[in-house]
């Protein structure tokens, strides 16, 4: 199905042949905002109207990497509380309890940003909260964090043939679940949604405002809360809030929370808003294409519109060169050029000569890029490289990267083609202390090589270390290898110190011209703070755990994944 009207999140009846819909009576919003992080708890309120016990669907939409831990449904007196299952493990205690005529719910994720909530044998006249409890992370641009609370399922193109009246197709076998009924607005009560957002950014912020309702603000210290306006509470658009942090020079804080697991921390390095080109460290970029015969067509093609891009945007006193590689490897030139429009000229006409032929021999142009002659002085090395990544040799190529990797480099991987391996390209990146994007070989590559080629283009702070001086344990701090700070995207390091003994954090860094970088900041785990700074530093460490299993899963590192979370 196709349809503009928005389709609100709601409480579906499912036992009946027509979906009903359960009157929503209110919605509480409560977030916490620390630094980048936001913990969210939402509260609904429904009514069994019907004089029959139901089951029924909750359909609820989520920001796109929102991890849910918690769910529960009050159900007169009783409280449901939601425990993480296998999903057909779920499903099976679900249906043994819906049979047996007890009171049950199943939390599922349908989609990245749709969940739905069954619940089965609601008796007649029952009062119905859902409480869904999620931590997510703010999105950064322009010197604003942007705080999104979607309202709304969006409507979805359903292709496919229909399998039964459910509305489910042969192509969407779970099209039924992820389009609840069109409610039109008028059918709620004109205030029926509350939201109440408290934010500590750790340091002052400004000019928070809604781009999408009405606001009402108050601040006690640096600490701001914010309210839906009185005549915007109809939860038909999602609500779109923003704030600036960034100011005119890079800035710095540490946020903690502490509870019965030990002590965290997330340390902040905010870019300004602006920086002088003599602000900027220059790079000297070595592009590493893939000319293997999996890219003939199409991706190489694409490979080469990106390279005319990337060429064409290199800041001024930055160095650069080409290495190719399939069987064998070949290079635009044994030093690094100058960017001067006649070494731009001769790059851009070697890339619009590049033939794709041959086998992938990755390694043999990682090792390429490894031995290239070290930059001047004062110079990171960037190495961009633009592959389809389908080589069967992951981990002898990941390994060779760990150990030969030099200290001033980094590695960024741009997937290129209709289905690359997102394994090896991610994991290239995270290794090389770097980001990774892919573009496919049917899609616009204007935006998306933009966007990467800002992300990487303009280094503020690089050589990061953060050291601890204090009594007890050093902290346990993820992402092991800090990455560079750049323009227009703040640095998040998350830490954990399970002794919560307090002391001192001194970061050192290496800025344009070689001047040097030192901040130091006390910690003190006080029993208070975002309990999202927690789940966060969790969210890294099972990420980085996640990198030690290149090519298969070792026990022993799936047990202390599981610990994790």
């Known amino acids: ?237 999602d609500l779109i809030l923003r704030y600036q942090v960034a100011s005119n020079n890079t800035k710095a804080t540490v946020l903690t929370q502490a509870d019965k697991r030990g002590g965290h921390f997330a340390l902040y390095l905010i870019p300004a808003l602006q920086y002088r080109p003599d602000e900027i460290v220059p790079k000297d970029v070595v592009f590493l294409m893939d000319t293997s015969g999996s890219q003939r067509g199409e991706p190489i093609r694409k490979s080469q519109e990106l390279m005319r891009r990337f060429i064409h945007g290199l800041n001024p006193n930055d160095t650069f060169t080409i290495i190719d590689f399939a069987n064998t490897t070949t290079k635009l030139s044994e030093t690094p050029l100058s960017n001067t429009p006649k070494n731009v000229a001769t790059a851009i006409n070697y890339v619009n000569q590049l033939d794709a032929n041959g086998g992938t021999q990755m390694l043999n142009g990682i090792q390429e890029v490894l031995n290239f002659p070290s930059p001047s002085a004062g110079r990171l090395r960037s190495i961009v490289m633009l592959t389809d990544g389908y080589i069967g040799n992951e981990k002898a190529i990941l390994a060779e990267l760990q150990e030969k990797l030099k200290p001033g480099n980094r590695l960024y991987s741009f997937g290129v083609g209709s289905s690359v391996n997102r394994y090896l390209i991610n994991r290239l990146a995270e290794i090389g202390r770097g980001i990774a994007r892919v573009v496919r070989q049917d899609e616009p590559t204007e935006e998306v090589a933009e966007k990467f080629f800002q992300q990487i283009n303009n280094p503020v702070l690089t050589q990061i270390e953060i050291n601890w001086n204090g009594k007890g344990e050093a902290p ?90």
């Open 476 to 565: 346990e701090i993820y992402p092991v290898a800090s990455p560079d700070l750049f323009a227009e995207q703040p640095l998040v390091l998350f830490g954990r110190k399970q002794d919560t003994v307090a002391g001192e954090l001194q970061v050192n860094g290496i800025a344009a011209g070689g001047e040097i970088y030192q901040q130091s900041f006390p910690i003190n785990f006080a029993e208070s703070g975002n309990v999202a700074v927690a789940q966060l530093w969790g969210r890294q460490k099972i990420k980085h755990l996640t990198n030690q299993m290149f090519d298969y899963e070792k026990k022993s590192m799936v047990d202390k994944v599981t610990q994790t979370a």
């Open 1 to 237: 199905m196709s349809t503009n009207t928005p389709t609100l999140a709601g409480l579906y009846v499912v036992s009946s042949e027509e979906k009903l819909t359960f009157p929503l009576k209110h919605t509480e919003v409560k977030a916490k905002i620390a630094g980048n992080l936001s913990r969210v708890e939402v509260t609904q309120k429904f009514e069994n109207p019907f004089t029959e016990p139901l089951e029924a669907t909750y359909v609820f939409p989520l920001p796109d990497e929102a991890a849910v831990d918690e769910m529960e449904i009050k159900i007169g007196d009783r409280l449901i509380k939601g425990n993480i299952k296998k999903r057909e493990e779920a499903k099976q205690i679900y249906q043994k309890a819906k049979q047996e005529g007890r009171t049950a719910g199943l939390l599922e994720q349908q989609r990245d940003n749709i969940f739905t909530q069954s619940l089965a044998n609601i008796k007649p006249g029952e009062e119905i909260d859902v409480i869904i409890r999620y931590t997510d992370s703010l999105k950064f641009e322009g010197g604003d964090y942007e705080f999104v609370f979607p309202m709304v399922v969006g409507p979805r193109y359903i292709p496919g043939m229909p399998i039964d009246g459910s509305g489910d197709t042969d192509e969407v076998p779970d099209a039924s679940k992820i389009t609840p009924p069109i409610v039109p607005p008028a059918t709620r009560s004109g205030h029926d949604i509350g939201v109440t957002v408290e934010i500590d950014g750790g340091m002052p912020i400004f000019q928070v405002r809604s781009t999408s309702h009405q606001i009402q603000k108050s601040e006690q210290g640096e600490i701001v809360t914010v309210k839906l306006g009185n005549e915007d509470t109809i939860p038909n658009k």
